[in-house]
Antibody
Framework: EVQILETGGGLVKPGGSLRLSCATS????????MNWVRQAPGKGLEWVAQ??????????YYAESLEGRVTISRDDSKSSVYLQVSSLRAEDTAIYYC??????????WGQGVMVTVSS | DIQMTQSPSLLSASVGDRVTLSCKAS??????LNWYQQKLGEAPKLLIY???SLQTGIPSRFSGSGSGTDYTLTISSLQPEDVATYFC????????FGAGTKLELK
């Protein structure tokens, strides 16, 4: 059974930073591109970042709206992916989901982790 | 960026109704379109991929169609457990989601 579990959320002051973690199991992590998607309270979904697998040299891609403030990384030995977000703003307040990209679809999602940016 | 517009934003229907949700892309996305269901307090769940392919485990009352810029998700006979918000998502150029259609029971 595929399992995805995000951790690391919480309350952060504006200008602060946060590192989110995503632990996975139940599939061959090395084969997949992993992504972060976020959802502001009561709003829609926004793709944030992608990291490809070793076959694609762990290439990383980011949404333009966040580029320069986010860094995605992975540790294949731990089947885990991470998202570092810096210079946090109120509009970064959202649930951050870790999701697997399988054949061009986000086929498995974690339960999400809440990030609140407030003074 | 490709913009995705969903309509209506809110839909009220009765159990057993045939329900149609629309999604329009700002340019041709060549059927590179997925649909997700999100129930209150839960993560999104993949329903349909590549316009009309049903994800494993999804009931056959869900179906998708469309081409070019216009796409549709249809529920043939609405069930109480289908109350949720539905999002379309294009992957022709990176990934963008529509704002969602909230489906409620009348």
């Amino acid at each position: 059974e595929v399992q995805i579990l995000e951790t690391g959320g919480g309350l952060v002051k504006p200008g602060g930073s946060l590192r989110l973690s995503c632990a996975t199991s139940g599939f061959n992590f090395n084969d997949y591109f992993m992504n972060w998607v976020r959802q502001a309270p009561g709003k829609g979904l926004e793709w944030v970042a992608q990291i490809r697998n070793k076959n694609y040299n762990y290439a990383t891609y980011y949404a333009e709206s966040l580029e320069g403030r986010v860094t995605i990384s992975r540790d294949d030995s731990k089947s885990s992916v991470y998202l570092q977000v810096s210079s946090l703003r109120a509009e970064d307040t959202a649930i951050y989901y870790c999701t697997r990209l399988g054949n061009n679809r986000f086929d498995y999602w974690g339960q999400g982790v809440m990030v609140t940016v407030s003074s | 960026d490709i913009q995705m517009t969903q309509s209506p934003s809110l839909l009220s229907a009765s159990v057993g109704d045939r329900v149609t949700l629309s999604c329009k892309a700002s340019q041709n996305i060549y059927k590179y379109l997925n649909w997700y269901q999100q129930k209150l307090g839960e993560a999104p769940k993949l329903l349909i991929y590549y316009t009309n392919s049903l994800q494993t485990g999804i009931p056959s009352r869900f179906s998708g169609s469309g081409s070019g810029t216009d796409y549709t998700l249809t529920i043939s006979s609405l069930q109480p457990e289908d109350v949720a918000t539905y999002f379309c998502q294009q992957y022709n150029s990176w990934y963008t989601f529509g704002a969602g259609t909230k489906l409620e029971l009348k």
